[in-house]
């Protein structure tokens, strides 16, 4: 039998074995026997975050989509905390996910296609030579190669994956009296972690949860997957609306990405944060629930009156969005003085209405579905 798989990437490969079997063996056995100190559990914690959050809010957010900027001294932290989460440098990494981005799941293009499945898309894109490295995949990344901090980190990778692996943790289990055992948790434990709370948003974030914005792409939005993320979950949201700062926008929405990047601009450490206006996310919204009821009524052969009075009231939707929208839109171009009392009370009964048609929007909807199956 032939086997036309790419060649096994061995140091990759052997990395991802002997660390998961660290975390999964090592880990339990050296605190059965030895036990931890509550040091090395606060360390392991703290270099979770950091280096969790900087492939979210560095590496994804700031650098791949640019979705804002940050100073120099946040881009070296992030740079740094990116290393020790060792999923390559930002320049490689960024210039896969915005292939990933560009041909989402088109199996020979998007790099991890969630269309070849759960394993591939969650680590076996990295096992085998499926992609041919060639100096041109960076083309993709022309502005970060202007970026010293991002060039810094990509020249000198490996001695910052091994500083802020092995190095750090050694050095702060010295001071602490066990060496060992800080760098089985905050190293290899913690490195085990953050590895699969990325790949899950490759894998399961393209698989399981809903798609409130758009079905033109896999991606999903899932508030579990968020908590294990740093709020990378709201992926449907994200792979949408790439190029704004928040993936979860309510404010309930568990994205500490989000609040990290909002906390930064509060003390001028991050600005030129970048959002998609709401009217063209509840728009969204709205197409895709009037197209999953329109489905719905196709699956069951109901249509004429039913479709008719749904696609009716989907139209004075729109009318009460834009009526609303556009004149919070005017209102906001105007200067203070000019904002009187008549002017506020007007764009409040416009907001009503709009809440008002969406209310009966609901009501149809669920009326439809209920009656349809
Ligand atoms: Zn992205
Ligand atoms: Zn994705």
């Given at each position: ?14 990395l ?12 339990p056995?050296?605190g ?45 932290f ?42 591939y898309?969650?680590i ?6 499926y ?18 901090i ?19 943790p ?7 009296g066990d ?16 590895h ?63 609040w ?6 509060r ?51 729109l009318?009460e969005?834009q ?9 906001l ?10 002017a506020?009370r ?10 008002q ?17």
């Amino acid at each position: 039998m032939s086997d036309n798989k790419p060649r096994l990437i061995l140091v990759n490969t052997t990395l991802f074995v002997l660390t998961f079997l660290g975390a999964a063996v090592l880990v339990p056995l050296y605190g059965y026997w030895q036990g931890y100190q509550s040091e090395a559990l606060w360390v392991a914690f703290l270099f979770w975050a950091w280096s969790g959050l900087s492939i979210t809010a560095g590496y994804h957010r700031l650098w791949s989509h640019k979705a804002y900027n940050a100073h120099p001294a946040v881009q070296w932290f992030l740079a740094i905390g990116g290393a020790m989460a060792l999923q390559n440098s930002i320049l490689h990494w960024c210039s896969d996910h915005r292939r990933h981005h560009k041909h989402v799941d088109d199996n020979d293009r998007d790099p991890y296609s969630a269309g070849r499945g759960f394993w591939y898309s969650h680590i076996g894109w990295m096992l085998r030579e499926y992609q041919v490295f060639t100096p041109e995949l960076y083309n993709n990344a022309r502005d970060l190669q202007k970026n010293p901090i991002v060039m810094n980190q990509h020249n000198h990778y490996g001695k910052w994956v091994l500083a802020t692996n092995v190095g750090l943790p050694a050095l702060i289990g010295w001071f602490t009296g066990d060496v060992l055992g800080m760098l089985l948790l905050a190293g290899v434990l913690r490195l085990v972690l953050v590895h699969h709370g990325t790949f899950f948003i490759n894998s399961l974030a393209h698989i399981w949860g809903s798609q409130p914005y758009s079905d033109k792409h896999s991606s999903r939005d899932n508030g579990a997957i968020a908590l294990l993320t740093f709020g990378e979950g709201y992926h449907n949201f994200h792979h949408t609306f790439e190029y704004d700062y928040r993936n979860g926008i309510r404010w309930w929405h568990f994205d500490p990405t989000k609040w990290l990047i909002r906390g930064l601009a509060r003390v001028n450490l991050a600005w030129d944060l970048r959002r998609v206006p709401a009217d063209r996310i509840e728009s969204a919204r709205l197409a895709m629930q009037l197209k999953s009821s329109q489905q719905l009524l196709a699956e069951h052969q109901k249509g004429g009156e039913w479709l008719a009075r749904l696609e009716e009231e989907y139209e004075h939707m729109l009318n009460e969005l834009q009526r609303y929208y556009g004149e919070k839109q005017r209102q906001l171009k105007l200067h203070k003085h000019e904002l009187d009392r008549s002017a506020r009370r007007h764009l409040a009964e416009l907001r009503q209405a709009f809440e008002q048609q969406k209310r009966q929007w609901q009501a149809l909807r669920a009326q439809l579905h209920a009656q349809a199956v």
